[in-house]
């Protein structure tokens, strides 16, 4: 197991968000957390990256806890989290972006680069260009890959459709889809469920800050609750 | 005319290294250095010791820079660590306080230590002609060194990946994290190098002027003014402001009086926040 969240108890001073969350990722898995605004998922991920700390509860990857660890600890690890809000330097060069993505592992860094854009080569393009100028899809794809410079074993993202364009937003999951089949560990939050559906192997729905439901991705979509619920079907 | 710009720039310039590191420290630290000024003065009055112990004056004034950066490490290490374990608001004001103490007691322990203490470097003094104007060759080393120290620091952060680390802390400290990045480390880094600037600022006004151990509170103010006016983030910013700010106070101290310049230079100040919030060269608003 790379990934294994044990009756997580977490939240902000003495509100509490989460209660008793266990969630697992295998290696090579991609794992969705579904679920509505407000249910707790983007603390969850940042209580896994040790930005919030847990009142209850354990966090392990790769064999190890995570306790007591900073994000940039965790990080250095090789999991690696792309939040919402992207966090990008908007004032520096995309490359710039992407090179301090690769900070730890300069030897690495310009074989990852040639992998990044690859990928996205749309950054290729916009290379020279500063962050803070890019469309919300471009600052999407440096946020994702300038976490991929750091050369991740699970890459953790949150809701990363937000804001972003249909066009945009189904150019990402196939690039994600990419990731996947090239046997990155997944774990994603998502507010578009059928998308995130589509991508994982496995998901589970978070609401009011509990687990409430979880299975194989395929079958979710089958399911009578999820469809009523998120999938916009009777 | 022409002299009282050129003495207005070389000032500037001084004013500039003292600020940067005000700048630097609150960019990345989110502290306001109260006892910046103090930096100065310490590398200043040690370079003065080394020299009067028969030191070369170089290796003295290296020795100076060394002592103001080991002051601005043991600071960082010590009296800073309260203060970094708040964010925001809370770690600016606690800051504040703790530098504001560390200002008086390093005035009182350096005017109780070396009272009517004053530091000149005894280089020989020739004159050069620039641009037709008379002008020593101390100022003139003075900026030198101060435009060389500007020059290394830009190309350090714009061209070193550890460079282009701090940069990252200042603009978005989240999202160094994310990266791996240790911002405490590299905090410690910036606060060693912005005390080591002070220094050479302490040092170099002893080559052009004299330097007194009482001149602390007076640094602070005036880095301070400068790190506002060029915008408390902005390097750049830092450096216009300074030159700008230098040569305001140099005309103002020769047709108004020295009083008035202070009142001039603040007016200035509060004439920039007003226009521009973010300090001079602000990209971002």
Not at chain 1, 205 to 227: F, N, T, Y
Request: a neutral charge; glycine letters at 12%.
């Amino acid at each position: 197991m790379l990934v294994r969240v044990e009756g997580l108890h977490a939240g902000y001073g003495l509100a509490a968000v989460l209660h008793d969350v266990s969630i697992e990722a295998h290696a090579g898995e991609a794992i969705a957390v579904i679920g509505p605004n407000g249910a707790g998922k983007t603390t969850l991920l940042k209580t896994i990256m040790g930005m919030l700390s847990a009142t209850r509860g354990s966090v392990q990857y790769d064999g190890r806890s995570l306790e007591g660890m900073r994000p940039y600890q965790v990080a250095r690890l090789g999991l690696v989290y792309v939040p919402a809000e992207r966090e990008l330097f908007p004032t520096m060069t995309v490359l710039e972006n992407l090179e301090l993505g690769a900070f730890r592992d300069v030897r690495a860094a310009a074989e990852r680069l040639q992998r990044v854009l690859a990928l996205f080569p749309r950054l290729d393009e916009r290379r020279r260009q500063l962050a803070g100028t890019l469309s919300g899809g471009e600052q999407q794809m440096l946020a994702i890959g300038r976490a991929l410079m750091a050369g991740p074993k699970v890459l953790m993202l949150d809701e990363p459709s937000t804001g972003l364009a249909p066009k945009a937003v189904a150019e990402l999951y196939r690039q994600l889809a990419r990731l996947k089949s090239d046997g990155l560990t997944i774990v994603l939050t998502e507010q578009q469920v059928p998308l995130a559906l589509a991508l994982t192997d496995r998901a589970y729905v978070l609401e009011q800050g509990a687990i409430h439901l979880s299975g194989r991705s395929s079958d979710l979509m089958g399911d009578p609750s999820i469809k009523k619920a998120y999938l916009g079907v009777m | 005319m022409t002299a009282i710009l050129l003495d207005g720039i070389v000032q500037g310039l001084q004013l500039s290294l003292l600020a940067v590191g005000i700048t630097l420290i609150y960019g990345l630290g989110g502290v306001l250095n109260l006892a910046h000024g103090q930096f100065a003065v310490v590398g200043g009055v040690a370079a003065a010791i080394l020299v009067s112990a028969g030191v070369h004056p170089l290796a003295a004034a290296a020795g100076g820079i060394a002592c103001a950066g080991l002051l601005g490490w043991l600071v960082d290490r010590t009296l800073l660590v309260p203060a970094y374990r708040y964010h925001g608001e809370d770690r600016l004001l606690l800051g504040l306080i703790l530098t504001l103490g560390l200002s008086f007691v390093i005035d009182g322990a350096l005017n109780y230590k070396f009272p009517e203490f004053s530091l000149t470097f005894r280089l020989p003094l020739a004159m050069v002609e620039v641009g037709g104007i008379p002008m020593r060759t101390a100022s003139l080393a003075a900026s030198a060194i101060a435009i060389a120290v500007f020059a290394g620091l830009f190309a350090f952060l714009r061209f070193t990946l550890l460079g282009k680390t701090i940069r990252s802390i200042i603009e978005n400290e989240a999202g160094a994290e994310l990266c791996g990045i240790d911002p405490g480390r590299t905090r410690t880094l910036i606060v060693i190098l912005a005390a080591m600037m002070a220094g050479i600022a302490g040092v170099t006004q002893g080559l052009f002027s004299s330097l007194g151990t009482e001149m602390g509170p007076e640094f602070t103010t005036l880095g301070l003014l400068v790190a506002v006016v060029g915008g408390v983030r902005s390097v750049n910013g830092t450096l216009a402001a300074g030159v700008l700010l230098g040569i305001v106070n140099a005309f103002a101290s020769h047709y108004v009086g020295a009083y008035v310049a202070y009142i001039l230079l603040l007016s200035a100040a509060m004439a920039t926040i007003l226009v521009r919030p973010a300090g001079l060269l602000a990209r971002f608003t």
